[in-house]
């Protein structure tokens, strides 16, 4: 029993990855996981020829069963749906890119079904072979194979346009956040895109917009009034989450939202913002107040 905790150990944070960028959710995926685990730890070991397959088989099933029903119940979400942000929590998740885990990339998704997201997840991302994503969601290889081209047409032609360095949109950001904490109106407003675009997800706890805002001027001046309205009371951090830089912002200590950024080098041309206090427990338990 030991060995077998052991080898599921060295793979929980690949089924944790494969989880989290099926639902969107780090708190399905921890479920998922977990549900995993209570399998393998039941299941017949003579059954099993190779660990890791069957791990990725039975991670990949319970999430396509969750993603059926999650998508059921996003169609009656108030508001706009974001996924849960994820913060980074090893040096090794520091080092992803950002396009395999970004909150962009996790909406691209989205409009997959839930076969063709899994088989193109362990395709593209986890870099299984056909036969495994074949046994994974229950399809011939031939079948997968058309799943995952389909997917990459779709998400090719769906993706952000623009390729910007980390280091790049980190200098961005710092700016953004130097001018929402002074309040230079005129500043925020030329980081903003003409044609930006804001998306927010409340979740219907919390105010939100629901339908994304549209015009930097208009996103700007939305930025401004809340630094009209909380003065020294409003304070931003860059941190790192879904493999790139964001910003958290506080209210009177209290976290309020996390905005990831999409930007073309040198202005911000959409912003996706995180405002479900549910969605938010596990960074502000990290954060606190800070």
Same mark, same amino acid.
């Given at each position: ?106 909406? +691209?998704?989205?409009? %997959? ?7 193109? /997840? #362990? $395709?593209? *991302?986890?870099?299984?072979?056909? =036969? ?101 009371? +409003?304070?931003?951090? %860059? ?7 964001? /910003? #958290? $912002?506080? *209210?009177?200590?209290?976290?309020? =939202? ?33």
């Amino acid at each position: 029993m030991d060995d077998d905790a052991h080898a599921f150990s060295l793979l929980r944070s690949r089924l944790q990855k494969i989880a989290y960028r099926m639902l969107g959710s780090v708190a399905e995926a921890e479920d998922i996981v977990q549900d995993v685990w209570l399998r393998w730890h039941a299941a017949n070991r003579q059954d099993i020829d190779n660990a890791e397959a069957w791990l990725v088989a039975v991670t990949t099933r319970l999430s396509i069963d969750r993603l059926r029903a999650a998508k059921i119940q996003r169609e009656h979400y108030t508001g706009i749906w974001l996924p849960e942000p994820q913060m980074i929590e090893s040096p090794e998740e520091a080092t992803e890119r950002a396009d395999e885990v970004s909150v962009a990339f996790l909406m +691209l998704l989205e409009r %997959l079904t839930p076969e063709a997201r899994a088989a193109f /997840l #362990l $395709r593209e *991302i986890f870099d299984a072979d056909y =036969s495994e994503v074949a046994e994974a969601i229950g399809k011939t290889e031939a079948a997968c194979r058309q799943l995952v081209s389909r997917a990459k047409t779709q998400i090719r032609d769906e993706r952000p346009r623009y390729s910007v360095s980390r280091e790049t949109h980190h200098r961005l950001l710092q700016t953004f956040a130097q001018a929402l904490k002074s309040g230079d109106f005129a500043a925020i407003n030329a980081l903003l895109a003409e044609d930006a675009i804001l998306v927010a997800d409340g979740g219907g706890k919390v105010p939100s917009f629901p339908q994304p805002m549209t015009g930097g001027r208009r996103i700007a001046q939305l930025f401004f009034a809340s630094s009209l309205r909380y003065g020294s009371e +409003l304070r931003v951090k %860059l941190v790192m989450l879904n493999g790139q830089w964001a /910003l #958290l $912002r506080f *209210i009177e200590g209290k976290l309020e =939202s996390a905005q990831s950024f999409e930007t073309d080098g040198e202005q911000i041309v959409r912003i996706h913002i995180q405002r479900n206090p549910d969605k938010l427990v596990r960074i502000a338990q990290s954060y606190g107040g800070c």
